[in-house]
């Protein structure tokens, strides 16, 4: 069973840095794309990074782009995302989410951690 | 950047109905969109690949079509258990969820 389970939610204040993680299981991690893709308090889904999958290619979304930085490691079938000079625009559900293979459609996802952004 | 607007924001259904969700592109997609629905409180999840591949598992009151701009999700018999906000996606040029369509039961 495909399983993605995020992990780092918790409330910090504008400018600060956060990492959260993506643990896989039940799938062969290295194989397959991995995309973070966020939603604001009851506001649509925002996809916002993508990573291949041997890391040789990252893309981001322009709301993040020199804040954010998407990376995984295959060993510990982990997908990470590395978020600088948060703002309070930045609150939101967090998922990550599974591309499927060779494709571009979102499979699998997590169940999504919140960040929160506020003085 | 492609756009995609969804229509309508808000729909209200009863249960049995055969229920039609709109998608339009800002430009044409090639076909290159699915569909996910969202229930409260929940991960989205897919239902239609490439416009009108049906995703495993997902019960086959759910169908969808189009071309170029257009795009349509329907339900044939609206089931309670329906209820839930679906987007579309497109990734012809870029990665691009829409708004979103909320779909009630009446």
């Known amino acids: 069973e495909v399983q993605l389970v995020e992990s780092g939610e918790g409330l910090v204040q504008p400018g600060s840095s956060m990492k959260l993680s993506c643990v896989a299981s039940g799938f062969t991690f290295s194989n397959y794309g991995m995309n973070w893709i966020r939603q604001a308090p009851k506001k649509g889904l925002e996809w916002i990074a993508l990573i291949y999958y041997d890391s040789s290619s990252k893309y981001y979304a322009d709301s993040v782009k020199g804040r954010f930085t998407i990376s995984r490691d295959n060993s510990k079938n982990t997908l990470y995302l590395e978020m600088n000079s948060l703002r309070s625009e930045d609150t939101a559900m967090y998922y990550c989410?599974?591309?499927?293979?060779?494709?571009?459609?979102?499979?699998?996802w997590g169940q999504g951690v919140m960040v929160t952004v506020s003085s | 950047d492609i756009q995609m607007t969804q229509s309508p924001s808000v729909l209200s259904a009863s249960v049995g109905d055969r229920v039609t969700l709109s998608c339009k592109a800002s430009q044409n997609i090639n076909k290159n969109l699915d569909w996910y629905q969202q229930k409260l409180g929940e991960a989205p999840k897919l239902l239609i690949y490439f416009t009108n591949n049906l995703q495993t598992g997902i019960p086959s009151r759910f169908s969808g079509s189009g071309s170029g701009t257009d795009y349509t999700l329907t339900i044939s018999s609206l089931q309670p258990e329906d209820v839930a906000t679906y987007y579309c996606?497109?990734?012809?040029?870029?990665?691009?969820f829409g708004s979103g369509t909320k779909l009630e039961i009446k």
């Open positions: 996606y497109q990734y012809n040029s870029g990665l691009t």
């Open positions: 989410a599974k591309f499927s293979y060779g494709y571009p459609h979102f499979d699998y």
